[in-house]
């Protein structure tokens, strides 16, 4: 082919591509059993395997004593989602002590990064989120996470445990405030920025806290106080915020397992949108099970008579907080939070009008 020729042909090719014309990998006819409304349609696939990069921030204040053994004992509910996935981790605990020698942002345990090498991974857990309880009362977890994942600590005492690559994961859990120095968004840019310019969607923060805005009267009688810097934080992020009054802490961490697993988040978009236009499809296999049907707008079952591998269950996912998904303008991203992050393995569409053909 002349240059001319090439060159035509890759305009035409440019121009097929901006028109949603050309689908790649997307023209599998396992995912075309039905498609959302809208004159450009994106598709994108959920990670199978991830790669994420787990920091839990632990309040070790003296009131912490049972939070902690709860955290311990019920490690393998948070774990499982981790193994079940295969996924590539690293998980680290450090306190909210940002005053005392041996804490400050310091990865604490004999073994300060677990990976899917770690012998007696769960042991080890048990271990290292026994922070203990001698720490000030002046909780800062934001600033401890920040110390942590900054310099100096990060090429020196934590070398090795953040990967430009993975995911990133924050943990919070505290039956205080945090008392930080800095609003919540100093904390937020500076967590994401450790990503790089547009990858701030591999960073999200959970929190396990205090109720928000107040917190029951029976667990108030144990010192327990609203997180409400962690609950923000969490919710800018698109994490989740859960409850240190519940009894049963396993539910909290099964939670939080599924949103650690690594899984994106935001999407971008490869044409502006008319906000209004916009419609968003999860798409699963027939071998797997339904979104929950509380997310859903509606969901369609098209997997009789199809074989396995056919993405016959589709949900109509909800526009909402906190579990839903929410289009951000000046990223022109779709942004899912809460429960609604798209599952395992799982194909987006997101259906919508360009604003050039308004």
Known sequence: MSDFGQIRFLRVWVVLVAAGLVWGACEDPRFRVR?????R????????????????????????????????????EFYRYLESTGADYHIGVTSTDVYS????????????????????????????????????????????????LTEPMITGTNAGFLRDDAFLFIIFVSD???CSTGEVTYYLRRFEQ????????????AAVVGDVPE??????????????????????????????????????????????????????????????SISVWFKTSCASEEMDEGL????????????????????????SLPDGWAYEQETNSIRFFG????????????????????
């Open 35 to 39: 498609t959302p409304p809208g004159q």
């Open 41 to 76: 349609l994106d598709v994108f696939r959920q990670v199978s395997v991830p790669q994420v990069d787990v920091l839990w921030v632990v309040d070790n204040s003296d009131s912490m004593v049972e939070e902690q053994r709860a955290l311990a004992a019920n490690f393998g």
């Open 101 to 148: 020698p041996g804490h400050m942002g310091r990865l604490l345990g004999e073994i300060p990064i677990i990976t899917p090498d770690t012998p007696d991974s769960k042991e080890v857990f048990a271990d290292n989120v026994n922070v203990g309880v001698g720490g000030t009362g002046n909780e800062q977890g934001l600033a401890a996470a920040l110390m942590a």
């Open 176 to 178: 205080e405030d945090d």
């Open 194 to 205: 450790l990503k790089g310019i547009g990858n701030d969607g591999m960073v999200t923060t």
């Open 215 to 276: 917190v029951p009267d029976w667990c108030r009688e144990r010192n327990v106080r609203p997180g409400t810097r962690y609950a923000e934080l969490s919710e800018r992020s698109g994490g989740l915020v859960l409850s240190i009054c519940d009894e049963d802490f396993g539910v909290s961490l099964d939670q939080l397992g599924f949103s650690a697993a690594g899984m994106r988040r935001t999407f971008a978009l490869s044409s502006l949108a008319a906000p209004d």
């Open 296 to 319: 859903c707008e509606i969901r369609y079952d098209d997997c009789v008579n199809e074989d396995s591998e056919v993405y016959g269950h589709t949900c109509v996912l909800r526009q």
């Open 339 to 358: 429960a609604a992050v798209p599952p395992f393995g799982a194909i987006v569409e997101v259906g919508y009008i360009p604003e050039e053909n308004l």
